[in-house]
Every structure is written in C-alpha cells, then in structure tokens.
C-alpha cells in the first residue's frame, strides 16, 4: 500500500467485537478547507476512559510560522536502536480460545491485530518451546527417553500452527521468538552435584550430560517449524531461568546458560545452518535479588565464544525497574536488547484501563523503548473472561491483552496490553529507527520518536495528565498541531 492509500485508509476498534454485529462507524478525517479531507498526519487515539477507542484521526501541516511553546521537535540525526517489532504470545491457551471463535470471527480479529493495511500491524509473536504454564498440559516435544524421539505434539500441530498460519497468511513478514519452559523431564537433575534424576515438570536442573541432546531439540524444533511454512527469527535457551517454582520450569544460572549455549546450542544452530537469534536470560530486571546472577547476560558474553553465539538479551518486567536495560546496554552496547513478558491480572487490577493503559504505556510500551529495546512482547494475546484456560501451578489470576467472553466466544473485550502494543505497532514498522527529539517536556508526558524505512516519520506520546495538551510536532520541514486528549495514548505518522 502506498503512503498516499494508507494515510487515507480509515478503522477503527469498537470496546466490544460481536461476530453477528457490524463495526461502529468508522471516524473521519478531519475536513479541511474547501471540504476536503486533509490526511497528511495519520493519527490514533486511545483514551483511559473509552471515549476513544483506538479512533482514527488526521491533521494538516500548518502553512503558518511555528511559535508554539510545546513544540517537540525530531533530530533524525540522532540515532539509537533500530526496532523489530512488537507483539504479544500465542499460547497454547490463546490459540484454544481462538480455534472456539467462529473462523470468520478468528479472521476478523486477527486482521485487526496483526495487518498492516487494516489493522494494528503486529509484527513480533513469542511461541513456547513445548509447554508453558497457559498450555492445555504439561508436555514437551520428546517425553519418550531418547532424542531420535523427538516429535511435534498436538498442541503445536492443532493449535499454535494452524494459528501461526492465519496470521503469516495476514503478516509474512511475521517474526517468531521460540522459549522453552522446562527440557524433557529425563534430561533434568536435582542438582549439578548428585546429579541424581529428576522426574518432575517443576524446577530441577538441565543434565550437563545432555546438553548435546538439548540442544539437537532445539534443531528440530526450529526445523520442525520451518517444514510447516513457519520460520523461526529467535531463540531463548530458558524461559524465567531463575524461576524454580512455575508448573513448567528449570533453573538455569547464568554460568549453566554460557555453557549450554557456547558448547552445544551454538554450534550445533551454526552447523544445521541456522540463522535462528540466540537470546540470553529471558527473565527479570531484578534477576529475582539472587547476587550471584546479577548482570546475568553480560557475565555470559564474558566468554568470547558464548558471546560470538548470541545476539542479545531478553527481558521481563516482575521484578526490578527498567533502567537495568539502560545499565546493561551501556556495559555491552553490542548486544541486542528485547523485551519479552509483562502480564496484566488480577494483582494489578488489570482490567481497568483508566489506571493500566497509563501505566503499561509508561512502564512497558515507551518505558523500554526508551531504554534500548528493539522489541516489545507482552504475554497472552487472548484469554477467556475466566482468565483461561490455566493450570494449577502457572498463572490463575493472569488477564489476556484481550478477553473472550467464554460465554459465547464472539464477545472480545480490548485491555491495556492490547492497546500499548498496536499504538507502538500501528506507526512504528519493523526497520524504523528511535531518533532524538528536542523541545517540549512536561510532567506526566512521555513520548518517543522514529524513522520509519518507508519514508515516514511516527511518534507516540502518552499524556497522563488530567489536562489535554496543545502538542505540536515538527520535523524541520513540516509542523502540525493535535489537541491531545487528558489521560490518553496518541500515535502519529506523516511522511517526510
């Protein structure tokens, strides 16, 4: 689609998606003078309270001279990380919810979520290496001792790939981030040291013994995928490895990690010929206060050839502040960072978007963003309106970006995490660079800016203030002005 076609191109995202009912209507461009519609400014807006839900709007350039004291104003001159994309995780419990909805209904929601034309443009999905604790079981893909074993279950074969399929048919452009939450059950241990079986989903240790095994899973799993159409762009060795206690877990210190991936996961990826990422760590910012993990990734890219193998470090957000991420890129500007899980619930009143959409904006969306990420991952993309389904051990109290009304499994309900996604997603395209800004600052605004490679510009600013705000951008070419409303998410995109 050309700039001219998608800046005239118009959606928009009701509360509620009913199969049976028809959109609301879709908002209008602004009209210019003499009544024509002025699209140079595509824009979108989401507010606290629901008022606007995602509603499209546009601006003109001003022809007049900018005197505006909240100007921001781009620095394309000043350049940080390219970004890869955002999205959220396809779980098993995800894609059961979907594969209940109506197939016109699937389609329908996953065009809003993950086209570019028509949609938020979703472009980055995180998938579980066997089971996770929002599967239907507890699995992995080589249960039976012996890795000639190794085979898909049908979990991946009736859910996630039929899923991941109707997405890439909608995004092939679609990237994959792959994470396991525990080995198969007859590689692990109970410690390094008695070295004794360990026949349980839960904690445990990976066999230094079978790391060469491991680590041919991970092959075959990656080339598993691609035999069904579906490339793999990244790896995590471990999910949360420092978490002993989820219904599907390993513990996985940092110097277990360095090993695995320097003297099997690494060189057996290189030898298949794989161009799969590596991500180190893939758990919290706080490394769950255990001293002698702090720093996790940057001890792993201590070792040359470890480090040779990976190309960043993956993040979540349960523990800790998010300027671990500006500490560890200043120590290790090299290496890549991505942010791979938050979750909303119960704990913290996830559904209520006046307080999240605030704070995830600010803390998870723009928060890592600004420090460094390249991508941005949130965790389930849809649960039921029970919060499933879930399994003893794993999370019970977790909400999805979205919920199905599992009631009738049409009625979609859109939650913050839903929203801070597709207004990063929505503007920011995969390639596009962070650029510098100056100008305008003010409590309770944050904000950040991009170049996309289409020749575009995109900005998305949150406005967590009880006032709306007369904000004007301006790329030294071009300026325009939008009224942004109190409490609200705003994202921006005008060609050069």
């Given at each position: 689609m050309n700039i001219r076609n998608w800046l005239t191109a118009v959606f928009?995202?009701?509360?509620?998606?009913?199969?049976?009912?028809?959109?609301?209507?879709?908002?209008?461009?602004?009209?210019?003078?003499?009544?024509?519609?002025?699209?140079?400014?595509?824009?979108?807006?989401?507010?606290?309270?629901?008022?606007?839900d995602f509603a499209k709007k546009s601006v003109g350039f001003s022809q007049k001279s900018n005197m505006s004291?909240?100007?921001?104003?781009?620095?394309?001159?000043?350049?940080?990380?390219?970004?890869?994309?955002?999205?959220?995780?396809?779980?098993?419990?995800?894609?059961?919810?979907?594969?209940?909805?109506?197939?016109?209904?699937?389609?329908?929601?996953?065009?809003?979520?993950?086209?570019?034309?028509?949609?938020?443009g979703y472009s980055y999905v995180r998938i579980a290496i066997g089971c996770s604790d929002f599967s239907l079981s507890e699995y992995t893909c080589c249960d039976t001792p012996g890795i000639e074993n190794f085979a898909l279950q049908n979990e991946e074969k009736q859910y996630i790939i039929p899923v991941l399929k109707e997405i890439l048919a909608i995004n092939p452009s679609l990237k994959i981030l792959g994470s396991p939450w525990t080995p198969p059950k007859w590689m692990k241990v109970n410690?390094?040291?008695?070295?004794?079986?360990?026949?349980?989903?839960?904690?445990?240790?990976?066999?230094?013994?079978h790391y060469q095994d491991y680590a041919t899973y991970f092959v075959k799993w990656v080339k598993a995928f691609a035999a069904e159409g579906i490339?793999?762009?990244?790896?995590?060795?471990?999910?949360?490895?420092?978490?002993?206690?989820?219904?599907?877990?390993?513990f996985m210190g940092w110097k277990e990690e360095q090993a695995f991936v320097r003297d099997a996961l690494g060189p057996q990826f290189k030898q298949a010929g794989l161009t799969t990422k590596i991500?180190?760590?893939?758990?919290?910012?706080?490394?769950?206060?255990?001293?002698?993990?702090?720093?996790?990734?940057?001890?792993?890219?201590?070792?040359?050839?470890?480090?040779?193998?990976?190309?960043?470090?993956?993040?979540?957000n349960y523990g800790g502040n998010r300027q671990e991420l500006n500490d560890?890129?200043?120590?290790?500007?090299?290496?890549?960072?991505?942010?791979?899980?938050?979750?909303?619930?119960?704990?913290?009143?996830?559904r209520n978007l006046n307080k999240r959409l605030m704070e995830d904006m600010e803390e998870v969306a723009l928060g890592t963003v600004n420090n460094w990420c390249k991508a941005v991952i949130v965790w389930n993309l849809m649960l039921d309106t029970e919060r499933g389904p879930n399994r003893e051990g794993g999370c019970q109290t977790c909400y999805g970006a979205v919920d199905l009304n599992k009631s009738d499994y049409k009625t979609i309900t859109r939650n913050s995490h839903y929203y801070i996604i597709g207004h990063l997603?929505?503007?920011?395209?995969?390639?596009?660079?962070?650029?510098?800004?100056?100008?305008?600052?003010?409590?309770?605004?944050?904000?950040?800016?991009?170049?996309?490679t289409d020749g575009t510009y995109a900005f998305v600013l949150l406005n967590n203030t009880a006032e709306s705000k007369s904000i004007t951008l301006s790329d030294g070419n071009h300026h325009f002005t939008y009224e942004v409303p109190a409490k609200s998410v705003v994202s921006y995109r005008w060609k050069k």
């Open positions: 928009s995202f009701p509360v509620l998606l009913v199969a049976c009912g028809s959109d609301s209507p879709a908002e209008k461009p602004d009209p210019g003078t003499g009544g024509e519609q002025v699209t140079d400014v595509s824009i979108y807006v989401t507010t606290s309270n629901r008022s606007m004291p909240t100007t921001v104003t781009l620095n394309p001159n000043v350049r940080y990380q390219s970004m890869d994309g955002f999205g959220a995780a396809i779980t098993g419990s995800t894609c059961y919810n979907l594969m209940k909805m109506a197939s016109e209904d699937r389609a329908r929601f996953l065009r809003e979520t993950f086209s570019h034309e028509d949609g938020m410690n390094l040291t008695e070295l004794k079986a360990f026949d349980s989903w839960t904690s445990g240790q990976l066999n230094p013994a490339s793999v762009y990244a790896v995590t060795p471990q999910n949360e490895p420092l978490n002993r206690g989820n219904s599907a877990s390993l991500y180190a760590f893939d758990h919290n910012y706080n490394y769950d206060n255990m001293a002698d993990q702090t720093d996790y990734p940057v001890k792993m890219y201590d070792d040359e050839v470890a480090a040779s193998f990976l190309t960043g470090a993956a993040y979540h560890v890129y200043g120590k290790r500007p090299d290496k890549e960072l991505i942010f791979t899980e938050t979750s909303i619930g119960m704990w913290n009143d996830g997603s929505s503007v920011v395209k995969p390639g596009a660079v962070r650029i510098g800004t100056k100008g305008y600052t003010a409590n309770g605004i944050t904000y950040s800016a991009f170049e996309n």
